[in-house]
């Protein structure tokens, strides 16, 4: 009995340390620069099945690249991508503050896009929940809006194009800032 739980209870510690250090993997790949911008091949650093290491991340406040992270979700190609990025734009956190935050949040509709593209499961509807108007938590920040438009745009699906057209019609000047 005693030695059923030394086994159990090593297995747990190398388990928990097995995840500590992909955290930590992940944490060192999203905290670079990218000047040129983040490439499916730059994700082969974050190791296999990187969404659940970048969701917590996304979380963490202490991450300085926290829109490195968001676009690395965006490749991830994962359902649970999309529901925590909705999710993450939707909370507090993803509050206007400070440069860095900005930069995430602004990710966020073409990440959504990025995964939509590959057809992960929910990643249209979400972006277009982003576009429904009242937009009444975003009415001031039009530059998520610009945003949405975009990703919106690099989608060929009749949705996606529709609803640009909606967001678009009877003004050019729709998202001119």
Known sequence: MLLCFIVQLSVAVAATAAHGAAIDRTRDVVERIYPHGIEADDASGLG????????????DPT????????????LAGDRRAVTGLAGWLASASAS???AEDDRARLQVPVALAQ???????????????????????????????EQVAFALSL?????????LQELTAGDPDAFAG
């Open 96 to 98: 206007p503050g400070t």
């Open 63 to 74: 991450v300085s690249r926290r829109d490195n992270v968001v676009a690395f979700l965006g």
């Open 115 to 145: 995964l939509a593209r590959r057809e992960v499961d929910g990643a249209l509807e979400a972006l277009l929940a982003l576009s429904v108007v009242p937009r009444t938590s975003r009415n001031a920040d039009p530059g998520l809006d």
């Open 48 to 59: 296999p099945n990187p969404t659940i290491a970048l969701l917590r991340l996304l979380d």
């Open 155 to 163: 989608l060929p699906t009749p949705a996606a194009r529709a609803r």
